[in-house]
């Protein structure tokens, strides 16, 4: 059922359902088969905001109708800025205290990512949600610290979400070290994070390493690396 909240000058109102709701009323105008007269509904008699927030909480962040992360985060976004609810409040509903750096990650990354990232998209069709997660990992206080010491800015490491460079979001986790490494950043600016890994990789193996490994490993390795080569190595 949806959930509305009734009003005492007489408005129904739905908190949470309003795409079933949608869909039903497309239903009856397409003429769909069927009986799109009514929806079940669970109504409330005039609520307050706070509790029709909490009830799009509890569905949407932590129930069985769960919002993408990015949605989620405008959502805590909307809810914590325009002062409809304090964070303690936000953080009860959303599963209490251990989850509040979460929440609070979510928030300034939500905002990193409209004040950085929306600016270089020449149009909406550029601005993925997807790269949400890749500004959760930049509010970690390593990936932060950085991007300041090697002298970049949010604004370059959101350049550097829109063009690609991060083969895979979690690879972000790995830029402090590919900015430490001369030859990988090189090949981070050059290629991607994949390709600066692999230097990564390369830096850490010493012929110590190497030393015990049997010469039937090392070979049936090299050949298989042989036969994976990518054009641009």
Same mark, same amino acid.
Request: include cysteine; proline fraction near 3%; aromatic fraction near 12%.
């Given at each position: 059922?949806?959930?509305v909240?009734?009003?005492?000058?007489?408005?129904?109102?739905?908190?949470? %359902?309003?795409?079933?709701?949608?869909? +039903?009323?497309?239903? $009856?105008?397409? #003429?769909?088969?069927? /009986?799109?007269? @009514?929806?079940?509904a669970?109504?409330?008699?005039?609520?307050?905001?706070?509790?029709?927030?909490?009830?799009?909480?509890?569905?949407?962040?932590? %129930?069985?109708?769960?919002?993408d992360? +990015?949605?989620?985060? $405008?959502?805590? #976004?909307?809810?914590? /800025?325009?002062? @409809?609810?304090?964070?303690s409040?936000?953080?009860?509903?959303?599963?209490?205290?251990?989850?509040?750096?979460?929440?609070?990650?979510?928030?300034?990354?939500?905002?990193?990512?409209?004040? +950085?990232?929306?600016?270089?998209?020449?149009?909406?069709?550029?601005?993925?949600?997807?790269?949400?997660?890749?500004?959760?990992?930049?509010?970690?206080?390593?990936?932060i610290?950085?991007?300041?010491?090697?002298?970049?800015?949010?604004?370059?490491?959101?350049?550097?979400?829109?063009?690609?460079?991060?083969?895979?979001?979690?690879?972000?986790?790995?830029l402090p070290?590919?900015?430490?490494?001369?030859?990988?950043?090189?090949?981070?600016?050059?290629?991607?994070?994949?390709?600066?890994?692999?230097?990564?990789?390369?830096e850490?193996?010493?012929?110590?390493?190497?030393?015990?490994?049997?010469?039937?490993?090392?070979?049936k390795?090299?050949?298989?690396?042989?036969?994976?080569?990518?054009?641009?190595?």
């Amino acid at each position: 059922p949806i959930i509305v909240n009734h009003y005492t000058d007489g408005r129904y109102v739905v908190i949470e %359902g309003n795409t079933r709701l949608q869909i +039903y009323r497309d239903f $009856k105008k397409k #003429n769909v088969p069927g /009986n799109w007269d @009514y929806i079940k509904a669970i109504v409330y008699e005039d609520i307050d905001d706070e509790t029709m927030h909490s009830i799009r909480l509890q569905a949407h962040l932590v %129930g069985p109708r769960e919002w993408d992360a +990015y949605a989620k985060a $405008k959502y805590l #976004n909307y809810l914590a /800025n325009e002062k @409809y609810m304090p964070m303690s409040s936000l953080v009860a509903y959303c599963g209490g205290t251990s989850k509040a750096s979460e929440i609070k990650n979510m928030i300034a990354a939500y905002q990193d990512m409209q004040e +950085y990232y929306r600016p270089l998209c020449d149009d909406d069709s550029m601005f993925d949600i997807k790269k949400f997660t890749g500004f959760v990992e930049l509010q970690k206080r390593n990936i932060i610290d950085s991007l300041t010491m090697h002298g970049y800015t949010k604004t370059d490491f959101s350049q550097w979400i829109l063009d690609g460079r991060f083969s895979k979001l979690e690879d972000i986790r790995s830029l402090p070290n590919i900015l430490n490494s001369k030859k990988a950043s090189e090949a981070f600016f050059k290629y991607n994070s994949k390709a600066a890994k692999k230097i990564l990789a390369v830096e850490d193996i010493t012929p110590d390493s190497l030393k015990d490994v049997p010469y039937e490993v090392l070979a049936k390795e090299l050949v298989k690396r042989m036969n994976e080569f990518q054009m641009n190595e």
